[in-house]
Nanobody
Framework: QVQLVESGGGLVQPGGSLRLSCIPPRNIFNVYDMGWYRQTPGNQRELVATITYGGRSNYADSVKGRFTISRDNAKGTVDLQMNSLKVDDTAVYYC?????????????WGQGTQVTVSS
């Protein structure tokens, strides 16, 4: 069972910042594309940001300019820096890893970490 260990969630006021961190197994980190998704009750999980193993990033329109995804090759972590947080950013955030080879793919999810933005 592949474990993606997440940390950094919590409660923050609107306008504040949080940093999420995901630590995958090293063999996953080295070759998989990584990302962060989020989910609120009654809704589907949605993409927040992704980063390829080569470092190319992509963001949901709702977080562009506020969130930054990065890979720390020395630490083997994938981080999501979240600034200017809004109440609408409240959700459970999940780390995701995926390897696509042709038509096949192998993917893994973290257990989720709660982010609550409230005054």
């Amino acid at each position: 069972q592949v474990q993606l260990v997440e940390s950094g969630g919590g409660l923050v006021q609107p306008g504040g910042s949080l940093r999420l961190s995901c630590i995958p197994p090293r063999n996953i980190f080295n070759v998989y594309d990584m990302g962060w998704y989020r989910q609120t009750p009654g809704n589907q999980r949605e993409l927040v940001a992704t980063i390829t193993y080569g470092g190319r990033s992509n963001y949901a329109d709702s977080v562009k300019g506020r969130f930054t995804i990065s890979r720390d090759n020395a630490k083997g972590t994938v981080d999501l820096q979240m600034n200017s947080l809004k109440v609408d950013d409240t959700a459970v955030y999940y780390c995701h890893a995926i390897l696509r080879v042709g038509r096949q793919s192998d993917e893994h999810w973290g257990q989720g970490t709660q982010v609550t933005v409230s005054s």
